[in-house]
């Protein structure tokens, strides 16, 4: 019965060895088999006329190819030097018709932890069951201590945004009014995200706002927003102590992995940008790996269940991590697993459901998916997620041309050396799945957002990032390394803190108090128009007017609806692509006429900060 088991476990992990070589000599014959021009990896030609369809056969032959010659002969250490040499042959011809410094880091580094593949091979064997152990009750109070901190450093940072006029209507003040009609007829409408009255989810479906809508009639201000997202990204660290206890982590340890999730700039950092249903990915996603160690059904349903509810885009990684549970399972297959495996397979088809019903919705209701971030990748006219993925199947070189482009070399090196690498270094490399998200949402796309640690894309990849280092970190022998690896960690990480975040984050409290009269004269100018009149306002203003009915964004607005505002608000130290559409021919700021096109249909200037702001008012004959 063991030897069954060991050479099932084994035939699974020989047919993922095979399947990698088989695609990777496919799709090796298929660039070489490209014009030297169409080799270039920085545009799509090449993709346009590379065929799928060989690719798929030549990788199904040469894996029947494999498993055949297998049944006969010990080809296991062959196989891994095959893949090797392949991937080098790729990597060379790639670096040939495309060099960069960035490309060529990554294939250095992939040809290493192959090297190390082909000579070690797969640890296959079960998953090491840790038990328990209790940490010191100090550690637990600083742990608790630390994240009252961040609590309040965020709280204070993000608050400070809205009392400095520094929200803008792209997320903050969309939410914001979002929220006051959740408050006033129970949906999440708002008149600035499109230039008229529409819900919200017709843009992103994202009904997990509604947890936070309790907290919000209690106190109904855009500073009770940014408070709650400073709770909900606090709220991780319940997890993630929790999944360090799973793995055997002492109180030491827990509190010094909590402590890099604090500092940890993909994760502080994110925070900038003002609240964001992405928020809650983080303590989700922890609460699926917590639930699916300790295999509490209730948990993973839970979690799961709400990370679909963060937007139509969060069933990605409910999908990688069922896709990773189920490798995980078939290659440590005991009949005890069983549960695991259809805990997978549920995941897995309730993921895609969510997603091609959400995105169906979308695109036929609503704006659609932003597949346009992808352009990188679209060689075939459409504008399908589903390219993506046949490009990374035909090309992955590539995926890693664009992921090693020189912008994302830093966001590269923000993320992986507060964590010293740990998410990569692992023998199980099934756990490698859970680099999907990372290298599809933040490396991946030319949206230059997604690979910015102070935008909230981060927040999803970096959750599996954090899981993968408490793994993999547990599985380090002594107990004396596992403090020093988190250790340096920590350091690494709070030196990228104070590098990085705390200056963008110093800037707003600082900035507070030293513009303290101006900004309360802006208030005062602000707080004279009507709650219940329709206003049209610069972007940095109508986080301030949001609670009320209807209120438009200059720089977004028709004509036809600035006209029906009775206010309108100017900032007079807006960008110039603000007034465009009253510009005329040959010139780019349309700020002047603009200001005509008020006076010639009955506005006057009603109240004005120097340097600061003009509100105009319609008069009512």
Known sequence: MILQKKLRRFQTADLIRQLLAAWLLAVTVEYLLLLSW????????????????????????????????SRFVNTVSVERWCVVGIFAVLAAVSLRASYSKGLLGVCIVLLALLVVYAIRGWDSSPEPVFAPRSGHKACLWVTVGLTVIFFL?????????????????????????????????????????????????????????????????????????????????????IPLWRIGKDHGLSGVQRMLLCAVLLLYPAFSGGTSYDIHENCFLMPLLLWLFHGIDRKNTCIITISALLTLMVKEDAAVYVAVIALWLMVRTVLHWR???????????????????????????????????????????????????????????LNPMKALFECMEEEKLYFFLLTMLPLLGLPLLTRRYERYILLIPYILINLMSDYKYQHDVFFQY??????????????????????????????AAATVSAACFCMTVIPKALRYPIECIRELDAHRSIRSALSAIPEDAPVTATFTYTTFLSQRETLYDVGHASKEHVLQTDYVVLGLDVPEGDFRQYATEGEEDGFENFIKFLEENGYTVLDEVPEELVIYRRDVP
């Open 38 to 69: 169409l080799r270039d990896l920085s545009g799509v030609d090449g993709l346009a006329v590379m065929s799928l369809g060989r690719v798929l056969l030549l990788t199904a032959l040469g894996t029947v190819l494999l498993w055949g010659i």
């Open 335 to 393: 009949k005890e697993n069983k549960k695991d495996l259809f805990t997978a397979v549920g995941l897995l088809l309730v993921s895609l459901l969510w997603f091609f019903l959400t995105t169906g919705f979308l695109a036929r209701f609503g704006d659609g998916v932003m597949t346009y971030r992808y352009q990188n990748f679209m060689y075939d006219g459409d504008s399908s997620l589903l390219t993506v993925v046949l490009s990374v199947l």
């Open 458 to 487: 981060t927040f999803g990849s970096a959750a599996c990032l954090l899981y993968l280092t408490a793994v993999n970190l547990a599985e380090l022998k002594l107990d004396r390394r596992r403090v020093l690896a988190l250790a």
């Open 153 to 237: 450093f965020v709280s204070v940072w993000t608050v400070s945004r809205i009392y400095n006029f520094s929200t803008p209507t792209y997320d903050f003040g969309i939410f914001s009014q979002m929220f006051y009609h959740m408050k006033e007829s129970g949906l999440p409408m708002t008149t600035l995200e499109r230039d008229g009255l529409m819900s919200h989810f017709l843009v992103h479906m994202s009904p997990i706002w509604y947890l936070l809508l309790p907290f919000y009639l209690l106190a109904p201000s855009p500073v009770t927003l940014q408070v709650l997202q400073a709770a909900v990204m606090s709220s991780a660290v």
